[in-house]
């Protein structure tokens, strides 16, 4: 790797899954700890002056938009200023950017899969600040690359997973949607793709733009909750026996999540040849990692 990668957000699942591969290629990553109260513009824009990597991957804000169960409005727009700065200044110090962004921002009402050309139509609020922080990455850092990711699984307590596993834990009667359909995707495949992009960047390629990844084999959201509670119990024998189904519209989150949000991972396949791994074979390692080390 020729280029000095930077990455923001390196103590987040995805960011020490992306440093723990990356060390397997021998790719590092300097990965500043963020500032007492966190990456704002001002730190930011001391940070590039002072650093001046060739790529940067921002995960500074990963868990509130891929893991939290709500974000309130304020600290989302903190979080957009600061990363319109940061694509103002990889753009002055000529930094290729990396952007993780989600399925969040399409609207769901369509159930086929959605592609690239596809108009964001974003639900919450956070689905409205992704939507806006790519706009934000595409009108100031024309260098850049935008991943939406599926539904991203890691092994952090408080994250998605982690509060279905303590539920089920705790005894408590599960319900999920099984009309609401989309990609699981665990964190170390997301950082498989991230790393397999970075490669082909550091070659010169000029492959900028938006791209779509989320585990092969769509799933509804009770399905893949079934199948996390198969794995789950060989570390635990006190867990539920199923999972009982309930309508998306039912939901708590109905209002947020989109019902329908498969990605379509073409565009990715073709631009950097990379195919999507099937999710379920990323369970076991996932599970594991949750109960051993978590």
Known sequence: MRMRLMLLGGGSALGQALIRLGAEDDIGFLAPRPPEGGWNAANLTELLDETRPDALVNLAYYFDWFQAAAVDDARLQTQERAVERLAELCQHHAIVLLQPSSYR???????TAYSEKDEPVPLGLRGQALWRLEQSVRANCPRHVLLRFGWLL??????????????????????LADDRRGNPTPVDDAARIILAVLKQLDCESPLWGTYHYGGHEASTSLSLGQAVLSEARHYRNNLPEQVLAQAHAARADALDEPQHAVLACKKIFHTFGIKPRAWRTGLPSLLDHYYRHG
């Not at 890691?154 to 319900?175: C, I, N, P």
């Open 105 to 111: 921002v399409f609207d769901g009402a369509r159930a």
């Open 154 to 175: 890691d092994d952090s307590r408080e994250g998605v997973l982690g509060r279905f596993l303590q539920r089920a834990e705790q005894g408590e009667a599960l319900h």
